[in-house]
Every structure is written in structure tokens, then in C-alpha cells.
T-cell receptor, first 112, second 111 residues
Framework: GQQLNQSPQSMFIQEGEDVSMNCTSS?????WLWYKQDPGEGPVLLIA?????ELTSNGRLTAQFGITRKDSFLNISASIPSDVGIYFC????????????FGIGTKLQVIP | DAGVIQSPRHEVTEMGQEVTLRCKPI?????LFWYRQTMMRGLELLIY????????DSGMPEDRFSAKMPNASFSTLKIQPSEPRDSAVYFC?????????FGQGTRLTVV
């Protein structure tokens, strides 16, 4: 099946710094999704990307759907303590949501 | 809207015991998903229901795992007998064909 490689797996940053994380796939996707999971909670959708090359922002978050359709990145600008959590990428080729494949996650720690 | 409601939030049980996890999906959603999350394997889809019917259970690890959805407002995931390697966070998610919303999860520890 399709595999997602998400990196880095964890990162520590100072409050106010920008953050970048990315996902690569062994095959193409038609949709890329980025989720955040707070401690003790379920994943929450941050950004959805539906077209190759698409660049979408949600507040301080920006995500892009790679031209090759095999990669995506998420940037967080001017990080704040509440950005702490695990960020997941997820990709979908065809079919319903049951076909979504999740990355292993990037654990983000923000140092005040 | 209260969101997807899972119970219990935490469960500690002894190996060999039966465990039942419960989920109340968001009203109006026609799809329900059960996921398992571990450090090693991340989020894995166990089973997917559409309109209360199990469509894809290829992710269910063994016959010890079973899931039911008797009506549109309730689903259960049962493990019998439980084993220590079943320890994980189990999420229920509900939605439509192209989107899903996750519950807060049940953290299961089998000792």
C-alpha cells in the first residue's frame, strides 16, 4: 500500500520561530490533509489541499500540495505555546475517507 | 453539537478480559470509522461503516476484534480476549464520504 514519510518526527523550537514540516509519498495523492492532535484529544483537521500546486493558509498556518502530487509541507509562522502537539499529514488517492493514509506525525514542542 | 463521544476515556484491564469501547457519532453523519493509534504504527484504520453497514474491516487485526453499529447513533468495538499488545488509543470518527471528525479517544491499557 501507499506509505507516507513524515519529517521531522519531533522538534523543539523557541516561541516566535517559524516551523516547517513535510510529508513525502511513494505514490501520488489527489488530496492532502493536515491535522493537529492536542494531548489527550483526537486529531483535528487544519488544512485540506485538493489540487497539485495549491497553496492554502489558515491563520499562521500555510500548506502546499506538491507539484509532483507526492509531497506536501506545512509551515507555522511565529509559533506560540499553544502550537504544541502532534501534526499529521494524510493523503488520499481515490475513494472515500476510508482510503486516507496517515503519516506517523511530527511532535512539536514550543519553548516559551 | 457535542461532537463524537467516546467512552470510557480510559480503560485498564487484565489480559484475557473482554473490553468494549463505545462511540456515539455526530448526528446526521453516514460514515463511522474506528482507528487505533500507537507510537510505532501511528493511526491505523480498523473498520469503516457506511449507513450502519460494515464496508471495510480489513484493518481489524484478529478475530479477537469485533465491531458493531446497531443504529445510526451508536457503535461498539469489542476485544475478547484482550492482550497487552492491544494497549493503544482507540479513536472513533464520524463524517461523510470525504471528511471525518474524531472523538477524544479511549486509552486502553491491558496488563
Amino acid at each position: 500500500g501507499q506509505q507516507l514519510n513524515q519529517s521531522p518526527q519531533s522538534m523543539f523550537i523557541q516561541e516566535g520561530e517559524d516551523v516547517s514540516m513535510n510529508c513525502t509519498s511513494s505514490s501520488i495523492f489527489n488530496t492532502w490533509l493536515w491535522y493537529k492532535q492536542d494531548p489527550g484529544e483526537g486529531p483535528v483537521l487544519l488544512i485540506a489541499l485538493y489540487k497539485a500546486g495549491e497553496l492554502t493558509s489558515n491563520g499562521r498556518l500555510t500548506a502546499q500540495f506538491g507539484i509532483t502530487r507526492k509531497d506536501s509541507f506545512l509551515n507555522i509562522s511565529a509559533s506560540i505555546p499553544s502550537d504544541v502537539g502532534i501534526y499529521f499529514c494524510a493523503g488520499q488517492l481515490t475513494g472515500g475517507y476510508q482510503k486516507v493514509t496517515f503519516g506517523i506525525g511530527t511532535k512539536l514542542q514550543v519553548i516559551p | 453539537d457535542a461532537g463524537v463521544i467516546q467512552s470510557p476515556r480510559h480503560e485498564v484491564t487484565e489480559m484475557g478480559q473482554e473490553v468494549t469501547l463505545r462511540c456515539k457519532p455526530i448526528s446526521g453523519h453516514n460514515s463511522l470509522f474506528w482507528y487505533r493509534q500507537t507510537m510505532m504504527r501511528g493511526l491505523e484504520l480498523l473498520i469503516y461503516f457506511n449507513n450502519n453497514v460494515p464496508i471495510d474491516d480489513s484493518g481489524m487485526p484478529e478475530d479477537r476484534f469485533s465491531a458493531k453499529m446497531p443504529n445510526a447513533s451508536f457503535s461498539t468495538l469489542k476485544i475478547q480476549p484482550s492482550e497487552p499488545r492491544d494497549s493503544a488509543v482507540y479513536f472513533c470518527a464520524s463524517g461523510w464520504d470525504t471528511e471525518a471528525f474524531f472523538g477524544q479517544g479511549t486509552r486502553l491499557t491491558v496488563v
